[in-house]
């Protein structure tokens, strides 16, 4: 069945770097959508991408839906303290008729950043 | 603010009591979703809704009862739960499928509940 790994599990950085995560997935997907989740708070949605090469930004944010559509990555630049939090990849899962309106999550990337 | 609000925020129950979590959507989404998330583990779909119809239920146990009287609300009826059912319940929304990309989920902030 359709699954997806998040990369890294968790990341411990220091205020002002970079961060690279991804999903990826043995199964095609024709939607990856990567939400955030603060402690004790809902997921929210960061950004979504529909096609695959598309490259999205979002502030500092920026994500990549894989040729292969089989992944896609999320990028931080410059991290600041109010980064931390659960980062989910999601995707749609597919049947025979398409897509449908239930969701995939990753298992999520824990971020933390260091003052 | 995400337009979709939960109630309670936080509930503590005995594993005997009944309880009900509320979820309200004002976006004018027509399908509507129960999750459970336990720590270290992904989230876990529970029950879907579609234009007040279930359309999915991810073998969820009966004490776990879901009602949705119109698009716009959804609830969770507890009853007799065990410790293990505490989580983070989340309620989300979305349009239901209409085309062939899959439709954003938007979701609420969560109940936190806890059985003793």
């Known amino acids: 069945g359709q699954q997806l790994n998040q990369s890294p599990q968790s990341m411990f950085i220091q205020e002002g770097e970079d961060v690279s995560m991804n999903c990826t997935s043995s199964s095609i997907f024709n939607t990856w959508l990567w939400y955030k989740q603060d402690p004790g708070e809902g997921p929210v949605l960061l950004i979504a991408l529909y096609k695959a090469g598309e490259l999205t930004s979002n502030g500092r944010l920026t994500a990549q839906f894989g040729i292969t559509r089989k992944d896609s990555f999320l990028n931080i630049s410059a991290s600041i303290p109010s980064d931390v939090g659960i980062y989910f990849c999601?995707?749609?899962?597919?049947?025979?008729?398409?897509?449908?309106?239930?969701?995939?999550f990753g298992t999520g990337t824990l971020l933390a950043v260091q003052p | 603010e995400t337009g979709v609000t939960q109630t309670p925020r936080h509930l503590v129950m005995g594993m005997t009591n009944k309880k009900s979590l509320k979820c309200e959507q004002h976006?004018?989404?027509?399908?509507m979703y129960w999750y459970k998330q336990s720590a270290k583990k992904p989230l876990e779909l529970m029950f879907v809704y579609n234009f007040k119809e279930q359309t999915e239920n991810n073998s969820v146990p009966s004490r776990f009862s879901p009602e949705c009287p119109n698009s716009s609300h959804l609830f969770l009826h507890l009853h007799t739960l065990q410790p293990e059912d505490s989580a983070l319940y989340l309620c989300?929304?979305?349009?239901?499928?209409?085309?062939?990309?899959?439709?954003?989920?938007?979701f609420g902030a969560g109940t936190r509940l806890s059985v003793l």
């Open positions: 976006l004018g989404h027509n399908a």
């Open positions: 999601a995707g749609p899962y597919l049947n025979y008729g398409g897509a449908t309106n239930k969701l995939i």
């Open positions: 989300a929304s979305s349009q239901a499928l209409l085309h062939l990309r899959g439709n954003i989920q938007y």
